[in-house]
C-alpha cells in the first residue's frame, strides 16, 4: 500500500507572534481592526497563546502583571455579546485607572463600562480551589468597573478572536476594599451616568456567587500552569451588560454593602 502522509506543507499555520503584534498595535494605537479568526481560522488554544504572546509585550516594555479578569460570568454579558463560555485575560499596571479619577477616552478605541466586583488575594493561589477554599486566599473584595475596548471594527468578534485580543481588557477602576467576604452574594448593583441609572443588576449574577469566580481563576491559572501570587486583583466579569462611554460623565457603581467606586470621563 501507499504512504498517505499529511501534506504538512499545505496545511494552514498560524502565526502566533503575528496576530499578537495586530493585537498590540492596535491596542498602542487606539484603531480598530478586522476580526482575525474568519481569515486566520485559528483555536481557542492558539487564542489563548495570541494573547500569551501579546501581554508578553506588555511586559517587555516595562507593565506588570497586577492580576487575572474573567470574562461572560453572567447571562446578561452573554446574551449582550452572543459568546457563551467563560473566558479570562490578563491584567497589568498600565491598566489601573484612578478611583475618583478622569479616565481620557482618547486611551481607547470605542470603550464600554461595565460593573464588576474586584477581589484581592492574600496568598499565592498555586492550585484549583473549591468554593469552600476561596475565601481563605482572599484579603478583601471592592466595587469595581471594567472598561472594556475590543479591538475589532464594531466591537464584533467571535469566541476565539476575543480570547485572543485579551478579553476586550483596556481599564479597570478599583474602588475601597472591604474585608467582610460574608455577605458578598445577592446585592444589588447599581451603574449610573451622571446620577442616571444605566444598569441594574444583583452580585448573584456573576456565576450565580461571585466566589466562583475565584474558583475559576484558581482553575484557568493552575491548567496553564500560572501562579496567582499573593496582593493579586481578580476581576470577576460584569454584573450587566457594558454601557457606551462619551466625554463628560460621572460613571459610579453602587454595591450593597461594599460601597461605591467612580471616575470621570474626559
Ligand atoms: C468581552 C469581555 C467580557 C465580562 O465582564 O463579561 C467581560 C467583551 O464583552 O468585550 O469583560
Redesign the pocket.
Known sequence: GSWHLTDVAHMPTVDIAALAQQLDSAAREHVEIDPLAPQHGYSLDQAYAIQHASIALRHARGEKPVGV??????RA??I??G?DSL?W?LLTDAMLYEEGGVVNLGDFIHP?V?P?LCFLTSRAIDRPLTLLEAADYLAGVAPAM?I?D?RYRN?K?NLED?VADN???AGVVVGEFCADLAQLNNRGVTMRFNGRPVALGSTGAILGNPLRSVVQASQLASACGMVLPAGSLI?A??ATA?EALQPGLHVSVDIGGLGRAEFLTG
Request: aromatic share 10%.
Open positions: 479578569k474573567l470574562g461572560f460570568t453572567s454579558k452573554m449582550q455579546m459568546v473566558i485575560g464600554r461595565e464588576e471594567e472594556i475590543s466591537f468578534f476575543v478579553c476586550s481588557s476581576m466579569g460584569a457594558a
